[in-house]
């Protein structure tokens, strides 16, 4: 399962929205099921399941005869990211590191490929520096906006 929002080391808040008006779940976990559903377990122990559809950064829950909006910005889905896009744009497989610690890079040069959705997805430097950490291996699986690679600017 996906963690949403909360992840196995702990719950966060999180506000739904319906007609304007807030709902907040506190210390909720939510986890996207394999079949696409919504499972949330709440504070006090209950399960419930949504089901979830999502449109840009706006997901969609349809819980108990409601429909909420839940917005938020995931790393890596937008171009607004700082990082460089040294980032996951979404969760794959870490086919192959190119570069290694301490290499220089140009902008453009290619850093890494990975796999996702059945498709070849090259991460390139957006600007010229040198490699400062390379945080996955080649086999690895990594999730959405996952930290890829870190860029130190050359001078």
Do not use: Y
């Amino acid at each position: 399962m996906q963690h949403l929002f909360g992840s196995p080391d702990g719950p966060v808040e999180v506000t739904l929205t319906k007609d304007g008006n807030e709902f907040v779940l506190e210390g909720a976990r939510a986890m996207l099921t394999s079949r696409g559903q919504l499972k949330l377990q709440l504070p006090d122990g209950t399960t419930e399941l949504a089901h979830v559809a999502k449109v840009g950064d706006a997901w969609w829950v349809h819980l108990r005869g409601h429909t909420f909006r839940w917005e938020r910005i995931e790393p890596g889905s937008t171009s607004a990211d700082e990082g460089g896009g040294l980032v996951a744009p979404m969760p794959g497989k870490v086919l192959e590191v190119l570069v290694s610690p301490g290499q220089q890079v140009k902008a453009g040069d290619a850093l890494m490929v990975l796999e996702a959705m059945k498709m070849e997805h090259r991460i390139v430097a957006s600007t010229d520096g040198v490699v400062a950490a390379v945080h996955f291996a080649a086999g690895e699986q990594v999730m959405q906006g996952a930290s890829l690679l870190e860029l130190e600017e050359s001078n």
